[in-house]
């Protein structure tokens, strides 16, 4: 298996732009789950979703931010409009049980 | 409020040298306790899951062990491979899926 695959690796926007990140999942994986890691904060956990239904985005820091799982191989988490204090790396994550696998993170720098 | 606390936030050892980490909690109703590892550049990758106190489990140079209170990643003869920043995660009370991280524990081993 590949595992969690995370794109873009890299991504360099300006304020105001809107920001898509991909999420694939390991096949099998019911939770899929989006996180935020940053120096001040450490990781924080965005929204995750169980059978591609969201069940907690409650750590989605504002309107700007939304995320979808259309199906079960497939997850986006849309930034729009983007700020320079979105900048970090954002990781996907599933899981099956409690064991948790995350992606490579994509790096986002808003400037 | 929940939280998950890590000390130190950065540690060098030489290789050899033996040491602890800590992860103190304050989650109630702990229904797990989660050890991950994380290197430069990659998505943290899980190590151990201890449920009750008094519960060990070991990998290899790592030994993680669990009270009512915290958790100890022991590491014994550490060497330069072993350096990364190791996490500490608990659920909360409730739900699989809100996983409270620590910041973590930056290890770097010296030969």
């Known amino acids: 298996d590949a595992g969690v695959i995370q794109s873009p690796r890299h991504e360099v926007t300006e304020m105001g732009q809107e920001v898509t990140l991909r999420c694939k999942p390991i096949?099998?994986?019911?939770?899929l789950f989006w996180y935020r890691q940053t120096m001040m904060r450490g990781l924080e956990l965005l929204i995750y979703f169980n059978n591609n239904v969201p069940i907690d985005d409650s750590g989605m820091p504002e309107d700007r931010f939304s995320a979808k799982m259309p199906n079960a191989s497939f997850s986006t988490l849309k930034i729009q409009p983007s700020e320079p204090r979105d900048s970090a790396v954002y990781f996907c994550?599933?899981?099956?049980?409690?064991?948790?696998?995350f992606g490579s993170g994509t790096q986002l720098s808003v400037l | 409020e929940d939280q998950v606390t890590q000390s130190p936030e950065a540690l060098r050892l030489q290789e050899g040298e033996s040491s602890s980490l800590n992860c103190s909690y304050t989650v109630s109703g702990l229904r797990g306790l989660f050890w991950y590892r994380q290197d430069p550049g990659k998505g943290p990758e899980f190590l151990f899951t201890l449920y009750s106190a008094g519960e060990e489990k070991e990998k290899e140079r790592l030994k993680a062990t669990l009270t009512k209170k915290e958790s100890f990643l022991h590491i014994t003869a550490p060497k330069p491979e072993d350096s990364a920043t190791y996490l500490c995660a608990a659920p909360e009370s409730s739900t699989l899926g809100r996983l409270y991280f620590g910041r973590g524990t930056q290890l770097t081993v010296w030969p």
């Open positions: 994550a599933s899981s099956k049980k409690e064991k948790l696998f």
């Open positions: 096949s099998g994986h019911d939770y």
